[in-house]
Structure formats: C-alpha cells, structure tokens
C-alpha cells in the first residue's frame, strides 16, 4: 500500500503543479479540501475511492493515474498481488487491475463488496461509459434513479455521468468487474 499512496500523492502534486494549481485552486475544483490535498501529497493522509474521483474528475484526469504504479512491465497478474483501494468502512475493496491506456480508451476494475458495503459515485465526463459483471452474489445499483438487483451471472451497461450507487446489502460477498470506457 505504500508505493500506492506514494503514487497518489506525487501524481496529485505533478498534475496540480503542472496545471499550476494552488492546493486551494485544486481544492475549489475537486471539492476535496486545502488540507486533505496537502495530506495526500505529502502521504499523510489515505483517500477513499471517492475522494480520488472527485480529484480525477476536478483535475480532468483519468482515476486510475492517480492509483498507476507506471510500471512498463509485461506479465501475468495476480489480482490478489494488486494493491487495492478500501472504501465503505473497508467494505469496499477495488483492485485497478488494468490501469487506463489512452490507446484503449478504459480502464478495468475488479472489485469486492463485503455484506453491507455502499458506495455512491460521482457523475464522471458525459462521455464515459460503465460497464458491470456481477460474477459472485448479488450487487444492487442505483443508476439514475432506478435500482437494479444484478445476481451472478449478470451484467449491465450504463452511461456514467449522474450519480450512481453501488451495494450489497445481502449476507454474502458480491464480487464483480468494472469496465470504464473514455
């Protein structure tokens, strides 16, 4: 986990110097505040999943640049030997799997929700896509305002730029796959 925060902070302070931000010019975009930026800079601090998206959506960079390990080697993965990301009290654990290749266009997440787990996300670019497979449990999403129960094997597409929600209010893990599409 510490190559990732160190990751997070110094891709937050190269990005904002390079766009040349104030933390609190940062802060007023991103809505995440002057001192939460500034202890994720120096690692001081660890950001929740939504945090990282409001700063990726403030700064107008893809999420996974913030959690990309810039490793240019080609090999098999583990996704156990990814670092994750904790959210929803640590019920949430979100694993960057293929980072985002402007080539590509996407970025890959596999994700883990504990029972009770809840996660609400931001709206992303009116261009971004989402793109779900529930392959264990259930998973139950809210996506512009209606719920969707997704039981394994299931899978649902959507645009991403309302407000949309994640849960497993059931007593078993839901794990499934994100695909994001720029």
């Keep these: 986990m510490d190559n990732l925060l160190i990751n997070i902070g110094s891709t937050l302070k190269k990005t904002r ?38 700063i990726a959506t403030g700064l107008k960079i893809p999420f996974s640049e913030l959690l990309d390990d810039k490793s240019d080697e080609d090999s ?38 504990l029972p009770g787990a809840n996660h609400t996300s931001s709206p992303h670019k009116a261009s971004t896509e989402e793109y779900v497979v529930v392959t264990k449990g259930t998973l139950e999403m809210i996506i512009k305002k209606k719920k969707y129960v997704l039981k394994a094997p299931s899978a649902i597409f959507f645009k991403a730029d309302e407000i949309h929600s994640y849960s497993n209010p059931y007593d078993e893990e839901a794990i499934f796959q994100n695909v994001v599409r720029y």
């Design 17 to 54: 110097t390079e766009k040349g931000l104030t933390l609190e010019a940062a802060s007023n975009l991103t809505g995440v505040s002057k001192a939460m930026l500034g202890q994720i800079e120096r690692t001081e601090s660890t950001p929740t999943v939504s945090t990282l998206w409001k």
């Design 76 to 113: 098999a993965l583990f996704i156990d030997n990814v670092d994750p990301v904790y959210e929803s009290e640590g019920k949430m654990i979100l694993y960057n799997v293929f980072p985002f290749n402007p080539l590509a266009g996407f970025e890959y997440f596999y994700i883990k929700m």
